[in-house]
């Protein structure tokens, strides 16, 4: 990776800040671009709003004397020699020198130096950059708006001496182009902004139960990559849930044909013959999905993208058809690693086994908790196909087994729905059909998965993936083959579950489908219902089977991708599928 890792930037002091608090979060900043808002960067923000607009006039060094009052704003400053960059909030002269002055939320630490390193190593980088500059600067400020008070930070040698050094440190890492292991159980990590991302505790758990800490060298295809087995131990006690166990943000579904959807103020308004019929607040939603023939105003098409909301476009039937989201996430690195991996057949191979397998675990858990007068074989056939799983040479045996499961799978799918008084089976199901579903349970099943396609399609994408680019699925135009491939251990747990749930709980009957020839579509009360049904089921809380926390299952999604992702990079030996116990 050293063409990439080549940072001919200047490295701005924030980050270096970033690299004095966790040398990981500096890398998954600066070199992975990855980027989280949580309440600490809202909570700076706030304090910034005023210092961030550019104001006042700063002369050049040597015009600045002990005469010259000087007060700027939002001063940006660099050196190539120094190779950084800085934007000063405040520029201050105090008799012929300048004094940086970097703003804080929160309150001044009760510590001997008057500020924790990180802020007086990044304020001292500024002190640098205007000495590099022709400028005085003997010493800074940290200015604490909570409790406004105003620690000065004196330029020593010892600090100035620190701060260089860390500067070439953060500098090698970055050109390094390799990813420092988490903290290990660091209070750090819970007000850490990319905690969601970096999944300390998980990786760390991962690594301990594994036994390796592997390199991206030995994690495609090597045997010593550890084994296919999808298994890893659950731990031992609860590992920290260190972000939000659900998004409180909404997705909004827009069925309506003929819909407009625009925008009023900071809200996005849906729209019929040109009458308000629903609305919600832009910092409400986190996707919209529009079906069909539903047009959306430029404005409110602008306004979703600068709020990096993605936008699935999906036929009326619910294929996916178009995304528009913001431009492709930025850390090309693990789109290199996905292209290299997906080259490896040995990779594929073992990614696949662990996919299809917990494919079939999921289902066999499925049949056993909920068919009723289950014939003993219909288990042990699912566990001896598992087995087979195991021992596949090929992604052909692999799609076979795969397909010998299913058909086992949904010869008893209907023992899971409750029978009525008379005993009848509600809906005559025997077995798979699609393009197009010949019977209500397909068409539901079908649905289903055209929902869940595009809720691993968002998951993939927001990760950093080229969501058209599989392991298992293999390329094919139009087709999203990673997300393919990462749900199929959650078809069962969440679209065959959210079938049976619609049906046994009576919400969707025989009367909510059309027949039209050969096919059979669902009517759009029966649409909404199921998308109502799944969407409570995504935000379920679930256990991790691994880490033993709860979490909703459109988190899991996401956590999920983590871990290919962490797999790709080298920093877990395989990848672990979500597999209920
Ligand atoms: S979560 Fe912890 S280990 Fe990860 S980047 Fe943040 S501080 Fe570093």
């Known amino acids: ?26 890398y998954l900043e600066y070199v992975q671009r990855e980027w989280a808002t949580n309440l600490d960067v809202l909570q700076g923000r706030y304090v910034h709003r005023r210092v961030d607009q550019a104001a006042g006039r700063v002369p050049r060094a040597e015009a600045v004397t002990a005469e010259v009052a000087i007060h700027a704003r939002s001063v940006e400053i660099g050196s190539e020699e120094l ?5 000063i909030d405040v520029l201050e002269s105090d008799d012929g020198q300048l004094v940086p002055v970097d703003y804080k939320k929160g309150s001044a ?15 001292c980088l500024q002190g640098l950059l205007l000495r590099a500059n022709g400028y005085v600067s003997n010493y800074g ?40 292991p988490p903290l290990v159980n660091s209070n750090k990590c819970p007000r ?41 131990a659950p731990a031992r006690r609860e590992i920290r849930r260190l972000f939000p166990a659900r998004d409180d943000n909404k997705a909004v579904y827009v069925q309506g044909q003929g819909y407009t959807l625009g925008l009023r103020g900071a809200t996005l308004e849906i729209r019929d013959k040109g009458q308000a019929v629903d609305a919600v607040r832009l910092f409400e939603v986190s996707q919209l999905n529009i079906f069909g023939n539903v047009q959306l105003s430029a404005q409110a098409l602008r306004a979703l993208a600068s709020q990096e909301i993605p936008i699935l476009h999906l036929s009326y039937g619910g294929w996916l058809q178009a995304v528009t989201a913001p431009p492709p996430h930025k850390n090309i690195e693990l789109r290199c690693r996905q292209f290299q991996a997906a080259a490896d057949p040995a990779f594929c191979l073992k990614l696949a086994k662990a996919l299809v397998g917990g494919k079939i675990r999921n289902s066999r858990l499925l049949l056993r908790r909920n068919g009723r007068r289950l014939p003993p074989e219909a288990l042990s056939q699912l566990v001896a196909l598992r087995d087979l ?25 209907s023992t899971m729905f409750k029978l009525p008084p008379d005993d009848a089976p509600p809906f005559d199901f025997t077995g798979r059909n699609r393009r197009p579903p010949k019977d209500p349970i397909n068409a539901l099943l079908s649905f289903g998965y055209s929902l869940l396609v595009k809720e691993m399609v968002v998951a993939v994408l927001g990760v950093g ?25 959650f078809r069962p747990l969440v679209a065959d579950s959210v079938v049976i749930t619609v049906i046994n709980n009576g919400e969707i009957g025989p009367d909510d489908f059309l027949q039209r020839g050969e096919a059979v579509a669902l009517l759009p009360r029966a649409r909404k219902v199921f998308i109502e049904a799944f969407e409570r089921r995504l935000d379920q809380l679930v256990t991790h089977p691994v880490f033993g926390y709860q979490v909703s299952y459109r988190r899991v999604f996401e956590i999920q991708a983590r871990l290919l992702a962490r797999t790709l990079t080298g920093e877990i030996p395989r990848y672990i599928p979500f597999v209920t116990r």
């Open 1 to 26: 990776m050293d063409a990439l890792a080549t940072t001919p930037e200047l490295i701005p002091a924030r980050m270096l800040n970033e690299y004095v608090y966790c040398p990981r979060l500096f």
């Open 83 to 87: 190779g950084a960059v800085a934007v």
């Open 109 to 123: 630490p009760d510590l001997p130096e008057g500020a924790w390193e990180p802020e007086r190593i990044q304020v």
């Open 141 to 180: 400020v940290i200015y604490y708006v909570g409790d406004k008070t105003r620690v000065r930070v004196e330029f020593t040698p010892a600090l100035v001496t620190r701060t260089k050094q860390l500067l070439a440190d953060a500098r090698a890492l970055a050109v390094a182009g390799s990813l420092p």
């Open 192 to 232: 850490c902004s990319l905690v969601g991302i970096c999944l300390p505790d998980e990786l760390n758990h991962v690594q301990q139960v594994t036994g390796s800490r592997p390199t991206a060298e030995t994690a495609h295809g090597s045997d010593k990559a550890g084994s296919v087995a999808p298994d890893v």
């Open 389 to 413: 799983v195991e021992r596949g040479t090929s992604l052909a045996e692999l799609l076979g087994v795969e397909g010998s499961a299913a058909r086992e799978y949904f010869r008893y799918f």
């Open 465 to 489: 993936f080229d969501p058209y680019l599989g392991f298992y699925h293999q390329p094919r135009y139009g087709r999203p083959a990673l997300a393919l491939d990462l749900m199929e251990e």
